[in-house]
Structure formats: structure tokens, C-alpha cells
């Protein structure tokens, strides 16, 4: 998962915004791989999260939407954080499956992933 998670901070960074599903209810969140908490997941490029909508039956009503990678570090993750809502990254296939990590987890790997592109 480790991996997963750099990958998407590197491509995220370089990019300056992640991508989150949205349809008419709002943004997507799941189940946890383990069932015990709630996951908001989040791709790196727009391409990847509109790959989902495709794969999987139950998405394709879903819309990817760009969060600029500022306002992601600064106030969606920090409320996710107080929602305890972990953080789904670049998931693929069918089941939209993936690395899942905290938000804290995420920011610091963020904060990382811009120093080594610096």
C-alpha cells in the first residue's frame, strides 16, 4: 500500500489536484476493505477516476471532479480526519479496490512527495 500511496502523491503533486467522484447525492465514499469505517477515495489523474465510472456498473452515473491539491491538503483531508473517514488511493477494477491510508497519513505523504519535486 505504501507504494500506492507515493505513486499517487508524486502524480498528484506534479499535477496540483486530485480527483473525487461526485453524482447528484455528492462525493462518493465506501465501505473500508475491512467494513469497520468509511473511505473517500481519490485518484491522481482524471483518467484514472473516469476509468472507474467505466469499469464499474454501480459508477457510471459518476462524475469525476478536480480538487485543486491546496484546498485538498488544507481542508479536505483535515476533515476527514475529524469525520475518521480514511482515504482511498487510485483505485481500479470492478470493485474500485485500492490502497487506503489516514489523512494525516496522506498530508505527510504529500508534504514529502513536494519536497522531493522541489
Known sequence: MRGAVEGFCVAATAAGCVWVLRDADGYVT???ADATRTVMPFWS????AATVTR???AAR????????LEAFTS???PGLARDATRVG???TGVRSGGGECEPD???AALARAAAGAG
Request: hydrophobic share 45%; charged share 30%.
Open 30 to 32: 465506501v465501505g473500508s
Open 45 to 48: 489523474s482524471r483518467a484514472g
Open 55 to 57: 469499469r464499474a456498473p
Open 61 to 68: 452515473d459518476l462524475v469525476p471532479e478536480p480538487v485543486d
Open 75 to 77: 481542508r479536505w483531508l
Open 89 to 91: 488511493v487510485d483505485w
Open 105 to 107: 497519513e496522506l498530508v
